[in-house]
């Protein structure tokens, strides 16, 4: 028994550090566009955004939002730079490291967010997402739509 509780934490424990190790190395970068992420209650905190891109988050807005595959949608921010493709349901998801990659497979509240104009549920796979105004550290939002977004931009 006390052997298995060893090997438990052990496993978690590099399961831990290889989702936080992305920190240090990208740490000066995110100062430089202000974008690290907080997790939701309950997901992993120790995630920060990263840039790729000199490009600043709200330079690559397009008629679509942001770009999908620069979120991560379990910590639900930009993190700058391409993730984890996740295909579920013929859907494709988004997260930024393994632990969000079975958080996305597992867990259908995370797939989901709550359009902020109407209170509709909304597949983030599909979602019109755009920057959390006023958020420095890189806070999305998902719309049901543009013009959902528009609105709430007003």
């Known amino acids: 028994m006390k052997k298995n509780l060893f090997y438990m934490v052990v496993f978690g424990t590099f399961t831990?550090?290889?989702?936080?190790?992305?920190k240090?190395?990208?740490a000066e970068a995110s100062r430089a566009i202000e974008t690290t992420a907080e997790a939701p209650a309950g997901g992993h905190r120790s995630h920060v955004a990263a840039t790729a891109t000199p490009a600043a988050?709200?330079?690559?807005m397009t008629k679509d939002g942001l770009p999908k595959d620069l979120v991560c949608m379990v910590n639900n921010?930009?993190?700058g730079k391409k993730q984890f493709p996740v295909a579920f349901e013929d859907k494709m998801y988004y997260g930024c490291c393994e632990m969000?990659?079975?958080?996305?497979?597992n867990e259908r509240q995370v797939r989901y967010a709550t359009d902020?104009?109407?209170g509709q549920e909304v597949d983030k796979s599909k979602a019109f997402i755009a920057l959390k105004p006023g958020s420095?550290?890189?806070?999305?939002?998902?719309?049901?739509?543009?013009?959902?977004?528009?609105k709430y931009k007003q």
């Open 116 to 118: 902020p104009v109407t």
């Open 77 to 79: 921010a930009y993190m």
């Open 16 to 22: 831990l550090a290889s989702c936080t190790s992305e």
């Open 57 to 60: 988050p709200a330079d690559l």
């Open 136 to 150: 420095t550290n890189g806070d999305v939002l998902y719309f049901a739509s543009e013009e959902n977004y528009k």
């Open 24 to 26: 240090a190395p990208h």
């Open 100 to 105: 969000c990659v079975k958080t996305i497979q």
